[in-house]
T-cell receptor, first 112, second 109 residues
């Protein structure tokens, strides 16, 4: 079974720009979660999608948004980028219901 | 509010020594607890979960509801155990995970 894939792996943007990250879950997984990982804060939950609906949301500003498509692939968008948005963004897929999450390799976003 | 605390950012032990990575949580209901591990240049992966009560790679973790702890233990550390370890909590029937800030385990030869 192919693992979770994320594209692109690296991104460099400047302040004020917007960015879209993509995540393809493991086949059969309908739940996709997004996390922001930074050295100081660890992993922070952004949101979770299940069957194209956002079910759970973390404490991030509205500049962070996402969506999920009918094939369970998910995208995350960050608008009006700030320097503090520089981080590794991880996507995880699962069957849902608190089951094990399988993580992708992450997208490293650098905001200059 | 739900919270997971890992008090140690870095833990260094010698090979063959016992190791204990601490994890405390706050949650009023019945949590699902996990330990995830990230080896160098690899993706985050599940190490064990409390409901399975397994020993994985010699690691065990016991849920202590009285102390709200889920410490990870191994009697004899190996160099290949060096990695970043994250404790995580999920609310039963929900797919929202709360991660601790992680503990870097360094096993010295």
């Amino acid at each position: 079974k192919a693992g979770v894939t994320q594209t692109p792996r690296y991104l460099i943007k400047t302040r004020g720009q917007q960015v879209t990250l993509s995540c393809s879950p493991i086949s059969g997984h309908r739940s996709v979660s997004w996390y922001q990982q930074t050295p100081g804060q660890g992993l922070q939950f952004l949101f979770e999608y299940f069957s194209e609906t956002q079910r759970n949301k973390g404490n991030f500003p509205g500049r962070f948004s996402g969506r999920q498509f009918s094939n369970s692939r998910s995208e995350m968008n960050v608008s009006t980028l700030e320097l503090g948005d520089s981080a590794l963004y991880l996507c995880a897929s699962s069957l849902g219901g608190g089951n094990e999450q399988f993580f992708g390799p992450g997208t490293r976003l650098t905001v200059l | 509010a739900q919270r997971v605390t890992q008090p140690e950012k870095l833990l260094s032990v010698f090979k063959g020594a016992p190791v204990e990575l601490k994890c405390n949580y706050s949650y009023s209901g019945s949590p699902e607890l996990f330990w995830y591990v990230q080896y160098s240049r690899q993706r985050l992966q599940l190490l064990l979960r409390h409901i399975s009560r397994e020993s994985i790679k010699g690691f065990t973790a016991d849920l202590n509801k009285g102390e709200t702890s889920f410490h990870l233990k191994k009697p004899f550390a190996q160099e290949e155990d060096s990695a970043m370890y994250y404790c995580a909590l999920s609310v039963r029937n929900f797919n929202k995970f709360y991660f601790g800030s992680g503990t870097k385990l360094n096993v010295k030869p």
